[in-house]
């Protein structure tokens, strides 16, 4: 069997906060703290979608799980069922409102058009009902009638995540406007362009739409307006979900929220790809949840969603876990009396793993023109070492033994 995930461990690790800072700022101190961590040479979609349920996140190829217990901000894994999803009030006013602006324009655009009229007609028609797949394409290039006029020309495609000047312009003007942060290009490429996920062909019923992905792996949703880029949403598209990595875009248009159109956007990507029929895409990765982030909370709006248990990895919808987080800054759903409300903490024993199992992590120990060639965790001299030792095994814990076993470690 081909190797499929290649890793390098890289242990416990902490760094600044961005959570707990004033905008484009950073703590003084390393106040978030990591369980785990490693870089991915590569990884299948398969593992990367069992990682995130365990509480892992990528930042290109660096992978990272952080410690709930300790860190300043614990981050939990948020994920919104859309198969129950149903768009509430102020939602669909985005959509429809800018709809209405790309079909019309203001109310001064569309006074002084020179249209047949057709536009501001539009403008005025109320749906007696709100279907989101229909809804977010309302007013999008190639799925309106030809003959239909509109004042603005809007499109989104879906690329393999790659590097332009085009995109790294906007970010480096998003990231100066809305974050008070400088930017490289390199450091663009590093955040939002590489990544380590395979590319995996996507399995469709006959006839599925040409607009969706054909396969699997890591992309940029563009959006245009009058032929302008005006925002980029990166995405990652996984066996049993679309998961969010950022979403930048021009503030020339931040009055219309296009933070939380692009939401309703990949809710609508999964719920096409579930109508044509690929198995099991249920679910909208939303990032994490960080409670003790007032920024953050807003992916609480978008129904029925759920957080990952830090202990078990059960999903418990977020109307149950708001109590435990609003009472304690580290809170197990599952395990409420491991809750606590300051973030120190005494440790954590690993799970205990059996010889026979440890056996069967492997790592690179040889390369071939031809072939990798591998050996035992345990039989490599990286084993006799007890920090490399106690580094491996915060991985595997981290990672859980199953995963573990899917993935080559190199060193």
């Known amino acids: 069997m081909p190797i499929r995930s290649i890793v390098n461990p890289s242990g416990p690790y902490s760094s600044t906060c961005g959570y707990c800072s004033p905008p484009g700022e950073r703590t003084a101190d390393r106040s978030s703290r990591h369980t785990a961590s490693l870089s991915a040479l590569r990884l299948s979609c398969g593992v990367y979608q069992k990682m995130i349920d365990r509480g892992w996140r990528r930042s290109g190829t660096f992978c990272y799980k952080p410690d709930m217990r300790t860190t300043c901000c614990p981050q939990y894994t948020i994920r919104l069922d859309t198969t129950e999803f149903k768009a509430s009030r102020s ?84 990231q100066m406007n809305i974050h008070n942060d400088s930017s490289t290009p390199s450091g663009f490429e590093r955040f939002l362009v590489e990544s380590p996920l395979l590319e ?40 049993h979900c679309v998961s969010s990595v950022y979403f930048f875009y021009d503030d020339t248009w931040e009055e219309f929220s296009l933070g939380k159109l692009s ?6 990507l999964v719920c096409e790809m579930r109508n044509a029929s690929v198995p099991g895409m249920d679910f909208l990765y939303m990032g994490f949840y960080v409670h003790s982030c007032q920024k953050m909370r807003y992916k609480a709006q978008y129904s029925p969603s759920y957080l990952a248990d830090p202990e078990t990895y059960d999903w418990y919808p977020i109307s149950h876990c708001l109590p435990l987080l609003d009472k304690y800054k580290y809170a197990s759903f599952n395990r409420p009396n491991n809750s ?22 492997l790592m690179v120990s040889r390369v071939t023109e031809r072939q990798i060639l591998t050996q035992p965790i345990t039989t490599s001299l990286y084993w ?18 199953d995963t573990a076993k899917e993935i080559v470690i190199v060193l």
Not at 96 to 118: K, P, Q, T
């Open 340 to 361: 606590r409300s300051d973030p120190s903490y005494d440790g954590q024993e690993m799970t205990a793993i059996s010889q026979p199992d440890l056996d069967e992590i």
């Open 200 to 239: 995996e062909p996507i399995t469709y019923a006959p006839g599925a739409p040409s607009h969706l992905p054909r396969s699997y792996g890591s992309y940029h949703q563009l959006y245009r307006l009058d032929g302008k880029l005006v925002a980029v949403g990166v995405i990652d598209i996984l066996p």
């Open 263 to 268: 939401a309703l956007r990949e809710i609508s």
């Open 91 to 174: 939602q669909r006013k985005l959509v429809n409102r800018w709809n209405r602006f790309v079909i019309a324009g203001h109310a001064s655009e569309y006074l002084n058009s020179d249209s047949d009229g057709n536009a501001s007609k539009r403008k005025r028609t109320k749906d007696s009902s709100f279907s989101l797949c229909d809804s977010i394409h309302a007013s999008e290039k190639g799925f309106i009638g030809e003959t239909t006029t509109t004042l603005h020309a809007f499109e989104t495609t879906i690329e393999p995540s790659s590097f332009t000047e085009e995109k790294y312009a906007l970010f480096r003007k998003y």
């Open 384 to 401: 006799d070492d007890k920090e490399s030792r106690d580094s491996i095994m915060t991985y595997i814990d981290g990672m859980g033994l």
